[in-house]
C-alpha cells in the first residue's frame, strides 16, 4: 500500500518569491511520483512526473521537483510566483507494477499568491 | 492537443436512482480510469479498465459501481441506487499505457449531487 502526505493545506506567497510545496510519500515498492494543478472549476493539469533516473525533473510553468529517496520526499518548487500560479497542488503516487494502479493522491495544498 | 471530455458536467439526482456519467478519453489512449472527490477530500481511486475489463479497484467500488465502454470511445461509469454520500466531482482519465508510459490525462469532471 502506499500513502502520500502533503504538509500545509494551504500555502501563502508573495508574487515573485519561491514557491515550495511539500510532498512525502511511502510506498513498498519504487515509486512513479506525480504532481498535477487544479485550477477553479477545471480537472487536474500534470506538471511533472518522475519515473526513474534523473531525480531532478522540470514541468511545465517553470515548476521543477525533486526525488529524494533517502528522506521520501519530491518537493515542488518554482523560483518565482506568479499570480496565475493560484490553484490546488496534487502530489500522487504509484507504483511501478506495470498494472493499470490507481493514483494515490495527497489531500492538497492550495497555494495563494500574495501581490 | 487531444483531451478527456466528460458529459455532464453537472448531474442532480434523487436519492435512489441511477446515474450515468459519460467520459471520452484521448482516442490512442488503452486504459481508463474512474476517480473521485468528495468535497473537501482528497481525489480517490475507483476503477481502471484494460481490454474491456476491469484490471483494479479500490474498496470504494463495490456492486454498487459499474463501468463499461460500450463503443470504441465513450466508458461509462453507472452508479445504481445513488445514496447521499455519492455526491461528489467525478473524473475520468486515460492513459496510453503503464509503467513508465502511465501518464493519466485527467477530464474536466462530472459534479454529482444526490438530493
Known amino acids: 500500500a502506499q500513502s502520500v502526505t502533503q504538509l500545509g493545506s494551504h500555502v501563502s506567497v508573495s508574487e515573485g518569491a519561491l514557491v515550495l510545496l511539500r510532498c512525502n510519500y511511502s510506498?513498498?515498492?519504487?515509486?512513479?511520483l506525480f504532481w498535477y494543478v487544479q485550477y477553479p472549476n477545471q480537472g487536474l493539469q500534470l506538471l511533472l512526473k518522475?519515473?526513474?533516473?534523473?531525480?531532478l525533473v522540470k514541468g511545465i510553468n517553470g515548476f521543477e521537483a525533486e526525488f529524494k529517496k533517502s528522506e521520501t520526499s519530491f518537493h515542488l518548487t518554482k523560483p518565482s510566483a506568479h499570480m496565475s500560479d493560484a490553484a490546488e497542488y496534487f502530489c500522487?503516487?504509484?507504483?511501478?507494477?506495470?498494472?493499470?494502479?490507481?493514483?494515490?493522491f495527497g489531500k492538497g495544498t492550495h497555494l495563494i499568491i500574495q501581490p | 492537443e487531444p483531451e478527456v471530455t466528460q458529459t455532464p458536467s453537472h448531474q442532480v439526482t434523487q436519492m435512489g436512482q441511477e446515474v450515468i456519467l459519460r467520459c471520452v478519453p484521448i482516442?490512442?489512449?488503452?486504459?481508463f480510469y474512474w476517480y473521485r472527490q468528495i468535497l473537501g477530500q482528497k481525489v480517490e481511486f475507483l476503477v481502471s479498465?484494460?481490454?474491456?475489463?476491469?484490471s483494479e479497484k479500490s474498496e470504494i467500488f463495490d456492486d454498487q459501481f459499474s463501468v463499461e465502454r460500450p463503443d470504441g470511445s465513450n466508458f461509462t461509469l453507472k452508479i445504481r441506487s445513488t445514496k447521499l454520500e455519492d455526491s461528489a466531482m467525478y473524473f475520468c482519465?486515460?492513459?496510453w499505457g503503464t509503467g513508465e508510459s502511465e501518464t493519466q490525462y485527467f477530464g474536466p469532471g462530472t459534479r454529482l449531487l444526490v438530493l
Open positions: 482519465a486515460s492513459s
Open positions: 510506498s513498498s515498492v519504487p515509486p512513479y
Open positions: 518522475y519515473t526513474t533516473g534523473a531525480t
Open positions: 500522487a503516487v504509484s507504483t511501478s507494477g506495470g498494472g493499470a494502479d490507481g493514483l494515490t
Open positions: 482516442s490512442n489512449h488503452l486504459y
Open positions: 479498465f484494460y481490454n474491456n475489463e476491469i
